[in-house]
């Protein structure tokens, strides 16, 4: 929870640590952005909210188009919220942001976002578990290693200056590679099982706060 506030704090704070003049010599706008937002969609068969964190400066701006360079972090293993299914899964990941934002000065804007990361889910529904072979033992868990690309698409609406909503919708595939978390006796180790990875492709909605200099 500490690491949590902590995000937020760096992350609400980027605005104010912006400014309209330049950086070096030649010009470069150091405007900035960065979100609190929430998400709901699948994940392995159960639909889960998320806490999405992201922050990001702006490289390119011609009139009314702007494109930022940012980087996010989804999940916090237990920043997570589930709506339905049987899976007990935690996930957490990570990476850069490219966004195309439009209309950044006006009451109403639209951005476009591409996005991967990396990271890790963890598993711990014994039903899902593909272990055959593990006799006389326990497992804990199963964690997978993420592969994620995301494609999101917001509408923005500003209620203050450099305060705004914001309101989208998405699509998010993911590679998991499984490893197991057997125990022995006693004696911990990752071991593969029955199944090497999984992937997956689905929709999400998203709600949240943006502070921009944008």
């Not at 902590?6 to 003049?21: D, H, Q, R, T």
């Not at 996010?72 to 299914?85: A, E, I, L, R, T």
């Not at 592969?147 to 209620?159: D, N, P, Q």
């Not at 993911?174 to 090497?196: C, N, P, T």
């Amino acid at each position: 929870m500490r690491r949590v506030l902590l995000c937020l704090a760096l992350f609400f704070a980027s605005p104010l640590l912006a400014n309209s003049k330049t950086l070096f010599l030649n010009g470069v706008y150091a405007a900035t952005y960065g979100d609190i937002a929430w998400d709901k969609g699948d994940w392995r068969g159960s639909n889960f909210s998320a806490i999405r964190l992201k922050a990001g400066i702006q490289v390119v701006r011609i009139d009314f188009v702007s494109l930022t360079l940012g980087f996010q972090k989804v999940g916090f293993y237990s920043g997570m919220h589930k709506w339905s299914g049987d899976n007990d899964i935690g996930f957490d990941y990570r990476g850069p942001v490219l966004e195309l934002h439009l209309f950044p000065d006006a009451p109403f804007g639209f951005s476009f976002a591409g996005a991967t990361g990396t990271g890790y889910s963890y598993l711990t529904s014994a039903s899902q578990y593909h272990y055959s072979s593990c006799e006389g033992c326990k497992i804990d868990a199963e964690r997978s290693a993420l592969k994620v690309g995301e494609f999101t698409a917001y509408v923005t609406y500003k209620i203050s200056s450099q305060l705004e909503i914001l309101a989208g919708a998405g699509t998010r595939s993911v590679k998991g590679e499984i490893d197991y978390d057997v125990d022995r006796g006693g004696v911990h180790s990752w071991e593969k099982g029955d199944v090497d990875s999984w992937k997956e492709s689905n929709t999400m909605v998203l709600l949240g706060l943006r502070g921009s200099t944008l």
